[in-house]
């Protein structure tokens, strides 16, 4: 990295970090805009029931469950969450950060639910947003060979043209800043492990890929068809590593991340009495036979790429270029694969959210074929580009700071609506 890359960098997070607090300063606690509210709770419930309350519910705040939004449930006197657990692994470093401080303080009430603990979620989604896009850049520059010029701007895309900056710092707590941090960084480890060969890297790859798994399970699916890509593109050179590299790397890799899994197997039995219970047992894909792709893309309730119109440059380039590289039509199916999976959903809009979520995370994979497209621009598209990136950037930042959370609108498709986030 060179110093003007640090600067900027450090800036990027400054004002992430700024944006996200201004914005949660004006709510209290247990609002339904505060940062542990609804699934935010879910996913992090796991570190105070284990650090404070010992998995006792009786010993948590009276109500809790009730003042973070039902988020969890206290059912027979335990913590029942739906959400897997490796949210709240990659919580823990800044939990214990702010449980550290709130005990230099003497805090004594709704430990793990103090102020501190809500700042720190601004402070973890806001780091590994920030580290992500810094990941994707290194490798856009180390590995697919835009100039630092282009780079910046596919980073510009990527955040202010689509819902990412939404996730980064209104919703922060949520899974997708984690999640976009592990995919940008097995992608940066990829191909350090493709020149270097060391079963230490190797392991990282492997154990970072399970740690994504057991944030959200459903995504090893979608995971998968991106790292066809990856393995079908780079066979020559994954041929020449040696048999030892993969055993004692994929070893080391599948031990460290099966540690979740193994979290995940005892929380499940202690609140199910059964290793193999899951908290989504009563959702399902009832919708498959009514998938509508139209209301999934376009609709103002939530289409992703009304949302985040970046996947098309991404779409366009897996196509354009598919002579180039007949592997990045696996990019196309990976867009319409996420789309299938979450149109048969009982809920395809994935409930509250400012664009469709599913995707979110998956914008390190996507930045690929949109490299492709910029390395292919001009100077004077460039700058044309440069331009629409701000100007996109200000009306989707302008909707977001007026949305309330959730869709208010009459249908899917209400227009005037989505308008009126925007002119606010």
Known sequence: MKLVDKIVFILLFGLLLFVSLNRHSRHPRFDYHSQIYADKAG????????????????????????????????IDNKVHTKYPVGVAVMQLPFFALAAAIDNMHGEQGYLGYTENQHL???????????????????????????????????????????????????????????????????????????????????????????LALSMRHINGLFFAIAGVYFLLTYRTQLNKVARS?????????????????????????????????????NESFSNWDNIQFLELWFAPNNGVLLYAPILLIALYGSVKYRKENCHLLWFSGLFLLISLVYG?????????????????????????????????????????????????????????????????????????????????
């Open 120 to 210: 720190a979620l601004n402070w973890s989604t806001t780091v590994y947003g920030t580290l992500a896009l810094l990941l994707i850049f290194l490798t856009t520059v180390q590995q697919w060979k835009l100039a630092r010029g282009q780079a910046y701007l596919l980073v510009l895309l990527l955040l202010g043209c689509s819902n990412l900056l939404y996730y980064l710092t209104r919703d922060a707590g949520m899974a997708h800043a984690y999640l976009l941090f592990c995919y940008a960084l097995v992608i940066y480890l990829y191909y350090r492990f493709l020149a270097t060969r060391s079963w230490m890297v190797l392991a990282g790859v492997v154990a970072i890929s399970l």
């Open 43 to 74: 996913y992090q419930v796991y570190l105070p029931a284990t650090f404070y309350y010992d998995w006792d519910a009786s010993q948590m705040p009276a109500g809790i469950d009730s003042l973070v939004g039902s988020g969890f449930s206290i």
């Open 245 to 281: 590299t993969w055993a004692t790397g994929g070893g080391v890799g599948v031990i460290l991340g099966c540690v979740p899994f193994v979290l995940q197997l005892l929380y499940n039995q202690y609140a199910y009495g059964s290793f193999g219970a899951t908290g989504y047992a």
């Open 344 to 424: 048969a959903w009982w809920s395809p809009t994935l409930g509250c959210g400012f664009g469709h979520r599913g995707f979110t995370e998956f914008f390190a994979f996507f930045a690929l074929p949109m490299a492709l497209v910029m390395k292919h621009w001009t100077k004077k598209t460039e700058q044309i580009v440069w331009i629409i990136g701000f100007l996109v950037t200000a009306v989707l930042f302008s909707a977001q700071w007026s949305f309330d959370g959730c869709w208010y609108g009459d249908g899917p498709w209400d227009w005037a609506e989505l308008a009126g986030w925007i002119i606010r």
